[in-house]
């Protein structure tokens, strides 16, 4: 799993929450390589705090989504700054290293994507 993916399943959940069910595996595999490799772990916990309760009419959807908007947006910077660290500790041996920073810039294209809602 990568950054990209785990950010971009994350994404899309916040964006479904009102019309259907988000809590499946795959979003709790993403937060928890998320949570195991970002060091802001609070911004990962927003998000399944956010995750919690049986949502039933609108208003109550609506709150549940702006939660997980806010802290989507936070993980997002939180990935950026990270991938961006990564890549500037490989970029010291570029030769040796650019296959990885091409992975990590791939990552980083996704990552930046702007949360639609």
Do not use: H
Not at 107 to 114: D, G, M, N, T
């Amino acid at each position: 799993m990568d950054f990209a993916w785990a950010v971009d399943i994350l994404r899309r959940a916040a964006e479904e929450c009102k019309t259907r069910e988000i809590r499946r595996p795959k979003l709790y595999e993403a937060l928890d390589f998320l949570e195991q490799s970002l060091d802001q772990k609070w911004l990962v916990r927003r998000y399944r705090r956010g995750l919690i309760g049986d949502r039933r009419d609108y208003r109550e959807k609506e709150e549940q989504r702006e939660t997980l908007r806010i802290a989507i947006r936070g993980i997002q910077q939180a990935c950026v700054a990270f991938l961006l660290r990564r890549m500037n500790d490989l970029a010291v041996q570029y030769r040796d290293n650019k296959t990885e920073i091409d992975k990590l810039r791939g990552q980083l294209s996704i990552v930046r994507k702007a949360v639609r809602f």
